[in-house]
């Protein structure tokens, strides 16, 4: 199963605070007993790990100070009374613990589980322990801890990440930043996150899209508690199948001049290739006229690739205007390279006023200029030209991606598609969209340049810069996914992402035909 595959999750996103709020709003106001809450996550996570790992043999589990360490405690109960061999860890002192916790710790006891203090066991104790299990289940660290983990956390993380055995995630991996998605120090790679109450935005983008695995949530029947506590998302989920309807049907008298003229403005000398791969994913992905604006050098090679597309050689940014004029969306960037020809092409298309997608050097040369906002533009940064656009470091970027891509539609308007896993699209309206999903496939040069030709053929048929960005990166990731189970994600190129595209697409207008749309 690919990363990015799908599954059937809410699409509202929340910071860790809120899922807090939430939680005690559902025990504060709504009279929910908190243990029996507890207990409700500990029975949903058990039955994930009895539905994934049922012969796993013996299984480990981390508990810290925490309700994240009393689900630990609760998982560990539920697998001692099922016949599991289970050995827990307490890695925070039991002494310490309070509250629900505690109560967890007890009922742990009282079912028979072995707990082990972390202090009275010896280090070669500690690796025979994960040398010898099946499966790991890290409930150590919650939401509410930031920062980098600290000692005897730290090393711990570091042996689950060592092990041989799978590791199961309550609520998040230790280590994880549940709103923002980054770490500051190691985090657990877990093989699922089975989380609660409300999905955190940080299990979908930057590290959590990495280490996360497959996510599975459950809500706890709290549903009335999110409505009701005043609680609101952060971002929305999306992924290809809850988006795909946005792409209207084509009528029977369906026509080329109803579906948008894309004009790709890309390939300086020695970058021929960044054109040609835009100009063919926008024909890919149902432009009605593709017409290409690059150097006379690459003219031969990009007809003999895809004669559907016009392709002029320009020497002079002043031969562009009339090209501009025909056209009704405008790709700019790929391979513009920042020397005279690049300058003079990106000029003239801002000059235009047309609708645009600006990626790759169009950014580098925006990030030199003054800024000047737009509505109908989208920018498509990965986070090194988030970075020199925002005047910052990249790991800036990467602490919050989120915030990032907010600060730049602040500065630039339009719509900004942050790249990377778990993209980020941040809207004039203050929404923000996090593609669910990722592939590793996809880290290969000349991946944003199909991006960017996809996001053109979408922004000509639906006219709408958040849904078009949206749109785009939801099925330039579908396609890569379908790409990668013919390649392997190592031999993954963007041209097998282009080949994909007509079956994603395919595979769409049967969906949408069966749900009667």
């Not at 599975?216 to 999110?226: A, K, N, P, R």
């Not at 235009?352 to 940064?381: E, F």
């Not at 896993?421 to 592939?439: E, K, W």
């Amino acid at each position: 199963m690919p990363p990015s595959a799908g599954h059937s999750l809410p699409e509202a996103l929340f910071s860790a605070d809120a899922v807090r709020q939430i939680d005690h709003y559902v025990i504060d106001q709504q009279g929910v007993d908190g243990f029996e809450l507890m207990q409700s996550a500990a029975h949903a996570a058990f039955r994930c790990l009895v539905r994934h790992w049922r012969n796993c043999g013996s299984v480990l589990v981390l508990c810290g100070a925490g309700n994240n360490g009393g689900d630990g405690y609760l998982v560990a109960a539920s697998a001692r009374r099922h016949g599991l061999d289970v050995r827990c860890v307490a890695v925070a002192p039991t002494g310490k613990l309070s509250g629900d916790a505690r109560k967890a710790w007890q009922k742990a006891l009282t079912d028979g589980v072995d707990v082990l203090e972390l202090d009275a066991i010896s280090d070669p104790e500690l690796d025979d322990l994960f040398a010898s299990t099946g499966l790991i289940v890290d409930a150590m660290l919650g939401t509410g801890v930031s920062g980098a983990p600290r000692e005897p956390f730290a090393t711990l993380i570091a042996q689950c990440n060592s092990a041989q055995a799978p590791v199961l995630a309550v609520d998040l991996p230790s280590g994880l930043n549940a709103t923002t998605g980054a770490a500051e120090g190691d985090v657990v790679n877990a093989a699922m996150t089975v989380t609660f109450i409300g999905l955190k935005a940080g299990l979908f983008t930057g590290q959590g899209a990495a280490v996360c695995g497959e996510v599975v949530f459950e809500s706890l029947d709290t549903e009335d508690g999110v409505a009701g506590s005043g609680q609101t998302p952060v971002a929305c989920r999306r992924d290809w199948d809850s988006v795909m309807s946005w792409l209207p049907p084509r009528p029977a008298n369906a026509h080329k001049g109803r579906f948008g003229h894309v004009l790709v403005v890309a390939g300086d000398r020695g970058f021929g290739g960044a054109g040609l791969l835009a100009a063919e994913a926008a024909a890919r992905s149902g432009a009605g006229l593709v017409s290409l604006a690059t150097r006379p050098e690459h003219v031969t090679a990009a007809l003999a690739r895809c004669p559907s597309v016009m392709v002029h050689g320009l020497i002079h940014g002043s031969e562009l205007p009339s090209l501009l004029d025909a056209a009704s969306v405008v790709v700019c960037g790929p391979g513009i390279g920042r020397s005279a020809w690049g300058q003079q092409m990106l000029e003239q298309v801002i000059a235009s006023g047309k609708p645009r997608v600006l990626d790759a050097d169009a950014l580098n040369l925006l990030s030199g200029r003054v800024a000047v906002p737009a509505d109908n533009h989208i920018l498509t940064p990965h986070p090194g030209e988030a970075a020199r656009l925002l005047n910052c470091l990249v790991p800036e970027v990467e602490a919050d991606r989120m915030a990032a891509a907010r600060k730049l539609q602040a500065l630039y308007g339009g719509a900004i598609l942050l790249k990377g896993a778990g993209t980020v699209v941040a809207s004039a309206d203050g929404a923000l969209d996090v593609i669910s999903g990722s592939n590793p496939g996809m880290a290969t040069g000349g991946m944003g340049d199909v991006l960017s030709g996809i996001i053109g053929a979408v922004l000509g048929q639906i006219g709408d810069v958040q849904k078009a960005a949206v749109l785009g990166a939801s099925v330039h990731l579908a396609a890569a996914d379908v790409a990668a189970e013919a390649t392997g994600f190592i031999g993954l190129i963007p041209t097998d992402v282009i080949d994909a595209l007509p079956m994603v697409f395919r595979e769409s207008e049967k969906t949408l035909e069966a749900r009667g749309l």
